[in-house]
């Protein structure tokens, strides 16, 4: 937003042949500039250029009445655009106040940098190719050794039950799951209600709505409810921790407990997994439950009265079902907090570190989600499990 | 309280009964001060006093229970819209921790202000954010990322992004707080260079004596007991004239300030 000012800045260029004048009157400020800088050196650059020999440039500067920093940077352009051309320049009155500001940057070439000043090096696609496949193995290696870590943590807490910090594990656990049972309910009814629909659709064509029950109970238990679960807690809680043990790194928490003597994955991430652990099977058998429920209120509208529902949905669904569904949730859960917790820890420096933790820690959940997923239909279809 | 003899000049800032604090808990009660323009002003005191807090009522973040600040005559806490975004540009602001924009390159960072408020052209921005970055020793760091550069290098940056848009006024929160004293001494000789030669008006929270020495021409120390000021004027009269002994320790870095409020019994240390 341009901001209202009062001042008002003229620049008057006169050129005959190789002799050029500039008077400035008035205010010079980064407001009053606007436009006035662009068109003065535009002239200036023009002259120059119809001007092969030695030009000489004065600015009369007796009708300023006031010059800040960006009047004084205006000045420097002209002076390095002459200099660049190898002709003279010359202030003419210049109060001697803003000399010294004028002559601390020396030498003024330093303010006008090359292209190739960047000090970010630049690579070619082979170069960033090997960096990509580098840091990818890099990030597994990572993983492998913090899957180690949490693994002999939670055999640590196995057996100094009383060290664990159960406080945060409740109040993570509270936050992760209480918080989250409104839109894992929202979600897990809606995919009932859509399911059931979908369904009872081609169903009905063969006069099989009945079946129904049979189809999405099954879908609902063995796929759908653990996976919508782990998503949302994916996009809840993952990123949640990310962005907290992130901002912890940031300003040194983490460090501050490792050189206090403190396992900071025995104090941050173990809390937090155990409570993903239990979070997440729970969270899911509640989406099945509600996920059934809406498809059986769905089916009300073909006439498929709740006991007929129940009945089928009885028949179909067996314990092995069920467990399926919540191993895979535990998997899950893992994945989640794990993660979250991983990306975490790995954040670099400042605010936009933070962030980019955050979005790295649902995306690798949700990419590991999604294989585990894979991976569990290819193992039941073998073991029927 | 101790005053000493001031010269008179037209005030830029003027603080007048001014509470800082919020709810029950109340810092600093009835403040009255000027700064007057062209001046280096200091705002001194022990830790807890409310120094921060009150340069953040004078900066328009918090609004004081009680009293106005008048920025070149207009009333920061009642001002609004237009008026209030008018005198905020008036002013540049540099944070106890920079508070650079993560995100941005040092240049992009101190470009930021001139992008929002001019209409120069993308070259003329960057070598007005060149000009700045120069001033604090930092050109060579343009294409920096704030995270890339040690604290002490936010901190300047964080005082040329202050002064992008050429401000009246410059607030800087602890400014040599976490620099070496050769960077410190740097920073204080360009501080007295921008003023004597632009005539801009810093307003500078610090407990460094030898800054305050260098560059104050006035300053005012705040008390906690007292919840008001204790002593006004130049740091080198109020140090060999002041009756108050508490301003006289500060001078003299008196340890037995910081030996009473922690409680210390002096016969219980090392000798």
Known sequence: ?385 | MTTSPTATAENIIEVKDLTVGYGSNIVLQNLNFSVKRGEVFVILGGSGCGKSSLLKNMIGLYDPPKGSVLIEGQDIVTAAGTERQNILTRFGVMYQQGALFGSMSLLENVRLFLEEYTQLSDDEMSLIARCKLDLVGLLPFEAFMPSEISGGMQKRAAIARAMALDPDILFLDEPSAGLDPITSAELDQTILSISRNLGITFVVVTHELPSIYTIADRIIMLDKNTKGIIAEGDPRWLREHSDNPQVRRFFNRGADIALTENNLHPETLPA
Not at chain 1, 36 to 46: G, H, M, V
Not at chain 1, 290 to 304: E, K, R, V
């Open chain 1, 1 to 385: 937003m341009p901001i209202n000012n009062n001042h008002n800045a003229l620049a008057d260029w006169q050129s005959e042949g190789v002799r050029a004048t500039l008077k400035l009157t008035g205010h010079f400020n980064a407001h009053t500039l606007g436009g006035l800088w662009s068109k003065t050196r535009n002239d200036q650059t023009a002259w120059l250029k119809s001007n092969d020999a030695s030009t000489q440039l004065s600015i009369d500067l007796a009708q300023v009445s006031y010059l800040d920093g960006a009047g004084i940077a205006f000045i420097i352009d002209l002076k390095h655009a002459q200099e660049a051309a190898g002709g003279s320049f010359t202030l003419l009155n210049l109060d001697a106040r803003y000399e010294p500001l004028i002559n601390q940057y020396q030498p003024v070439n330093n303010l006008f940098p090359t292209d190739d000043s960047d000090h970010h090096d630049r690579t070619n696609l082979i170069e960033r190719v090997g960096k990509g496949m580098y840091e990818l193995a890099e990030d597994a290696k990572l993983q492998t050794v913090f899957v180690g870590q949490i693994a002999s943590s939670i055999g640590w807490a196995v057996r100094y039950p009383r060290q664990v910090r159960w406080n945060d594990f409740i109040n993570v656990a509270v936050e992760a799951g209480v918080a989250a049972l409104p839109i894992v309910s929202l979600v897990a009814f809606l995919i009932g209600v859509i399911l059931a629909f979908q369904s009872a659709i081609g169903l009905k064509q063969f006069g099989a709505e009945t079946f129904v029950a049979n189809l999405v109970s099954l879908s609902i238990f063995r796929e759908l409810g653990p996976l919508m679960t782990a998503i949302l807690l994916a996009g809840r809680s993952s990123a949640a921790f990310a962005a907290e043990i992130g901002t912890m790194t940031v300003n040194n928490e983490v460090d501050a407990l490792v050189t206090g003597g403190i396992d900071p994955i025995r104090f941050l991430v173990l809390p937090r997994m155990l409570a993903g652990l239990l979070v997440a099977p729970i969270l899911s058998l509640f989406s099945d439950l509600i996920g059934i429920f809406a498809a059986s209120l769905t089916m009300l509208a073909y006439q498929i009265p709740f006991v007929t529902f129940y009945e089928a949905v009885l028949k179909t669904i067996h314990v092995n079902d069920i467990m399926s569904g919540l191993t895979k949730s535990l998997l899950f859960g893992l994945i989640i907090a794990g993660v979250g917790c991983l990306r975490g820890m790995q954040t670099g420096t400042g605010a936009a570190a933070v962030g980019l933790s955050a979005t790295r820690a649902v995306v690798s959940s949700l990419i590991l989600i999604v294989m585990v997923d894979g991976l569990f239909a290819y193992i039941s279809y073998k073991t029927g499990f």
